[in-house]
């Protein structure tokens, strides 16, 4: 059986969620299946079962099969560092940080990574689906292109394009793409998904026609536009959610720092109809909301100044508010943040909000890993990765709830053990369940809009 790889004709045109859906499809028509993504750039990951860091979609489409997560479907992971750097991560390990322009120059050092890990899945899987990375025509980067052209051309595989109606060019952008594909790859596409179309599908009865008769290539499908709101890839997916705010009782405020990270924590607060959740920017904003929450951030220092130059000080070191303060969030609230290896900020001592006792310090060993934990009395499933270490995991105070764990409210109890204080008519919900009919809701939407035989023969042959 051949790998699948699937295309895009730009960025955000929603590959993460058709690859998902269609190793979720796949998967249940027997295959045996795996989500890859050579290089992801994302400050929001997640930590596998085998240990290590690997980017939320690949993490995400592995989990909603139930199979085994593995740093090997996402060997390269890129963190925005700012100021012209990223942190690298490489088969889940860090590797620090790194100018761009010297990534982009080692690349031939980074392919045979890439070329190991798609194998060691290759081993294990008969179906590999390899997300791609914004387009793969960027002339002036093709030879630099690890998700896109080095894998359709090192594993030979199947190739579908997916191209977003709602940006407009849709014909442009297709043609594009097609006639500037190394010649070699063109016989490997088997078809184009047109993706997030809104209103009468008929109207573009014309334009399936004009694509496939003009440009050679059949239509696999017209998909109308759903929301999905999980398994966020980065910040601008997140900013893409809906929420139907109708029977919100409690209003959560995330403040959006400048190098949020680990957004997906926020996931069931998208999903709860008793919460309306917004994120903010300004002390004014925050006024208005019944919770603040600190979230994880790439950049602890530097967000902790934006905050103070922001004037959040005094409403963060106030009991004014309950506020929740996650991973740097909850560094951020220690007497001071220390890092005299300057393992993140050329600057070795912050003060910190003080509203808690004691420091924090960073150390070179990043701490990366899963488990159960007792988080405020109640035991969770969740996951660590941060550099800097205190002497608790978690501590909560009068309003005030801090942890390094990711994923505190994926718990049902958690949830509510913080909310019914908030407000005792606070019910919560079943997480857990809404995820699966989510995610079995959204790929069966899919499987409607999309000729999956026509796919399974291709990958077939």
């Known amino acids: 059986m051949h790998n699948l790889s699937i295309f895009g004709t730009s960025s955000d045109v929603g590959k993460s969620t058709l690859c998902f859906s269609l190793t979720y499809l796949l998967h249940h028509q027997g295959i045996k299946v795996a989500p890859f993504k050579a290089q992801n750039v994302s400050n929001n990951s997640q930590v596998t079962d085998e240990g290590g860091e690997i980017a939320i979609p690949q993490h995400f489409a592995a989990q909603a099969i139930g199979i085994k997560t593995s740093p090997d479907m996402n060997p390269i992971l890129l963190k925005s560092g700012g100021k012209s750097k990223s942190h690298i991560i490489i088969n889940g390990k860090s590797i620090g940080d790194k100018n761009v322009w010297d990534y982009y120059r080692d690349m031939d050092y980074l392919k045979p990574h890439v070329k190991k890990a798609f194998k060691n899945l290759s081993k294990k899987y008969e179906c590999i689906v390899a997300e791609g990375a914004g387009s793969p025509v960027e002339l002036n980067l ?49 078809g184009v998904i047109i993706n997030k179309f809104q209103g009468d599908m008929r109207l573009f009865d014309k334009g399936v026609k004009i694509i ?40 959560v405020g995330v403040i959006k720092l400048p190098h949020i990270s680990n957004f997906t924590d926020f996931e069931p607060l998208v999903v709860d109809e008793e919460i309306e959740l917004l994120f903010i920017s300004s002390p004014s904003e925050a006024r208005a909301c019944d919770v603040l929450v600190i979230p994880g951030t790439k950049l602890v220092i530097e967000d902790l100044l934006w905050l103070r130059k922001r004037g959040f000080e005094k409403l963060l070191t106030s009991k004014e508010k309950t506020i929740i303060a996650i991973c740097g969030g909850y560094e951020m609230m220690f007497e001071n943040i220390l890092d005299p ?60 709830y801090g942890t390094f764990v990711h994923g505190l409210f994926d718990n049902d109890k958690l949830r509510y053990k913080i909310f019914s204080k908030i407000n005792s008519k606070y019910k919560g ?30 990958l077939r042959e």
Not at 151 to 165: R, S
Not at 228 to 234: S, T
Not at 351 to 377: A, C
Not at 431 to 455: G, L, P, R, S
């Open 142 to 190: 093709m030879d630099k292109d690890l998700s896109n052209i080095y894998i359709a051309k090192k594993f030979n595989t199947k190739i579908i394009l997916v191209a977003d109606i709602q940006r407009g060019g849709v014909f442009a952008s297709i043609y594009g793409v097609i006639e500037l594909l190394p010649k070699g790859l063109r016989k490997n596409v088997i």
């Open 212 to 251: 496939e008769k003009k440009f050679g290539v059949p239509v696999l499908g017209v998909v109308p536009f759903k929301p999905f709101n999980l398994g966020f890839e980065d910040s601008a997916s997140l900013m893409n959610y809906t929420q139907d705010t109708t029977k919100a009782i409690i209003k």
């Open 341 to 400: 290896l300057c393992i993140e900020s050329p600057v070795k001592k912050t003060k910190g909000f003080g509203r808690f006792k004691g420091d924090v310090v960073f150390q070179k060993e990043k701490i990366v890993k899963k488990g159960s934990y007792n988080l405020f009395g109640i035991m969770t499933e969740g996951y660590e990765i941060h550099n800097a270490i205190t002497k608790k995991r978690a501590k909560s105070k009068s309003k005030l």
């Open 429 to 458: 919900y079943d997480f857990k369940k809404y995820k699966q009919e989510a995610i079995k809701e959204f790929a069966t939407h899919i499987a409607t809009h999309v000729n999956m035989k026509k796919i399974l023969k291709a």
